[in-house]
């Protein structure tokens, strides 16, 4: 059973920056593709960024030049590094896994909240 533990969300101002934290408990090396999520209350799950197998990375329009996906395989660890955060990227972030090439993400993490506000 594949386990993903995010963590690093918070409180932070307009301006700022936070990096999240995604714990697996195995080789993350065996997916297909990881990448971060967000949720609004009331709106639909955004992804915000992912890489594949191959290093191939995505950015929602949202977020770009301003987050950056990352990963240590030999930690088994991956981060969304935030900066420039505006009072729109509240929500809370999931961490998530796919198995396969196709289909959808197949794991996925508790969540962590950040909250951007003054």
């Known amino acids: 059973q594949v386990q993903l533990a995010e963590s690093g969300g918070g409180l932070v101002r307009p301006g700022g920056s936070l990096r999240l934290s995604c714990a697996a408990s195995g080789r993350i090396s065996r997916f297909n593709a990881m990448g971060w999520f967000r949720r609004v209350p009331g709106k639909q799950r955004e992804l915000v960024a992912s890489f594949s197998r191959t290093d191939d990375t995505m950015y929602a329009d949202s977020v770009k030049g301003r987050f950056t996906i990352s990963r240590d395989n030999a930690k088994n660890m991956v981060y969304l590094q935030m900066n420039s955060l505006k009072p729109e990227d509240s929500a809370v972030y999931y961490c998530?896994?796919?198995?396969?090439?196709?289909?959808?993400?197949?794991?996925w993490g508790q969540g962590t909240p950040v909250t951007v506000s003054s």
């Open positions: 998530a896994a796919r198995q396969y090439a196709i289909g959808g993400y197949d794991y």
